[in-house]
């Protein structure tokens, strides 16, 4: 294996192991052979995606050995939904895939929430492995086992959690990003510096990743395999990683899915960190620094979504029980905390941090 290769385990059961680096999707083929073995594989993908990877992948898979197929679909938020999962489940049943077989996942975190849906549904679930091409996908979604779907009542409403069985990550496909894609990946990394380290925040101050963005990979992928290991269904500890995400996901609705979910993870981000300090909630002042930060990243800083239609959009959120809804407010930047608030208090609270 190359030195260049940095791998991280992740300690759930099963166990995986995240691989970061350059060139892994051409030694893609030999890789997972040696997880998992004889089996077919389809890659599911965009039509973004297919033209830029997919026959290095395919390529690399046949000399292995591997038999492949591949199902693309078309870019983007608006495909996340019942019909496109419904037609990769007709495709892997098409080709014949047995419970023996693979789903791999090749593309930014839309493709990978898709095909790992599908393969946890598909004959009660088959094995998936994750090649995220997106800083987001590399950062944060091909980690930890959440997939899912959009419904018209929300975002992310219905999905299993599947962790995969191997995640490639390939950091020379972060070079074909445009930069506000590149930018949907930053938000989360800066919400992951945010969670619990200041000086990974700082990597993204002067609004240009100082630091290789394999170093910033493997540290976001190693905060958050902690947390999957011990929360991997999200019943507790889990829900910090939704800092930023309760109005984030708000905003995304709002939109109809038009703005990313990075941009509005970073809206979310600015707006909760505006509304915890504004209430005494922070350790310290720390609303200008997270907005200079996601302003320097090309990241917005607030929405024109007005506060009942984002706290009515958020009823939908999966972090509400009930009448009370448990929202993540930063104390400082790398420490924060979950709070749960009766519902009827949540548009109050986007009040607060709303204007900019
Ligand atoms: N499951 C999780 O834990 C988790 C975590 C975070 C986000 N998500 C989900 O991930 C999605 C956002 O992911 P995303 O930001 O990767 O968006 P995306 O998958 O829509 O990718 C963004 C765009 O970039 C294109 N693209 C992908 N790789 C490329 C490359 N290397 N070069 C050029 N273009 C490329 C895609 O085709 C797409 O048009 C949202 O649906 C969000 O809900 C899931
Ligand atoms: O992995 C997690 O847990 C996260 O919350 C990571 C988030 O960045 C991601 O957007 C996730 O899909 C949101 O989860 P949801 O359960 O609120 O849909
Ligand atoms: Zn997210």
């Not at 051409?26 to 830029?52: F, K």
């Not at 490639?168 to 990946?185: E, K, N, Q, S, V």
């Not at 993870?265 to 909630?281: D, M």
């Not at 009823?315 to 400082?332: E, W, Y």
Request: aromatic share 4%.
């Amino acid at each position: 294996m190359s030195e260049s290769i940095q791998t991280i385990p992740v300690g759930t059961s099963p166990a995986y192991a995240v691989s970061i680096g350059p060139g892994l999707l051409s030694q893609c083929g030999q890789r997972l052979w040696e997880v998992l073995g004889r089996c077919r594989i389809a890659v599911i993908t965009d039509d973004t995606v297919a033209p830029l990877y997919l026959d290095a992948v395919s390529e690399s898979l046949r000399s292995a050995g591997v038999s492949v197929s591949s199902y693309i679909f078309p870019a983007g938020e608006c495909s996340k939904t019942l019909a496109t999962l419904s037609d990769i489940l007709e495709f892997l049943a098409g080709e014949h895939l047995t419970r023996t077989d693979c789903v791999a996942a090749l593309g930014g975190g839309v493709v990978g929430d898709m095909a790992g849906f599908a393969a946890g549904v598909y004959l009660r679930g088959i094995r998936c492995v994750q090649l995220p091409t997106t800083l987001l996908s590399a950062v944060d979604s091909s980690v930890g086992g959440k997939t899912a779907i959009d419904l018209r009542a929300g975002k992310n409403l219905a999905g299993v959690f599947l962790q995969p069985a191997a995640v490639l990550c390939d950091t020379d496909c972060l070079r074909t990003l445009p930069p506000a894609i590149f930018a949907d990946g930053a938000a989360e990394a800066i919400k992951t510096g945010i969670l619990c380290d200041e000086s990974l925040f700082s990597l993204f101050e002067d609004g240009t990743l100082t630091a290789a963005p394999a170093e910033v990979i493997a540290r976001c992928v190693g905060y958050k395999a902690g947390v999957v290991e011990r929360d991997e269904k999200e019943q507790g500890e889990r829900r910090l990683l939704n800092l930023g995400h309760t109005v984030g996901h708000a905003i995304e609705k709002c939109s109809g899915y038009r703005l990313s979910h990075g941009h509005a993870v970073a809206a979310g981000l600015s707006i909760i960190a505006r509304s915890a300090e504004a209430l005494g909630w922070t350790e310290e002042p720390i609303a200008a620094r997270i907005a200079a930060c996601l302003a320097k990243n090309g990241l917005p800083t607030g929405t024109e979504y007005p506060p009942e239609a984002l706290a009515e959009a958020a009823l939908a959120d999966k972090k509400r029980s009930g009448d009370s809804i448990t929202v993540v407010i930063p104390r400082r930047i790398g420490a924060c905390e979950l709070k749960k608030l009766p519902v009827r208090e949540l548009q109050a609270l986007i009040a607060a941090g709303w204007g900019g």
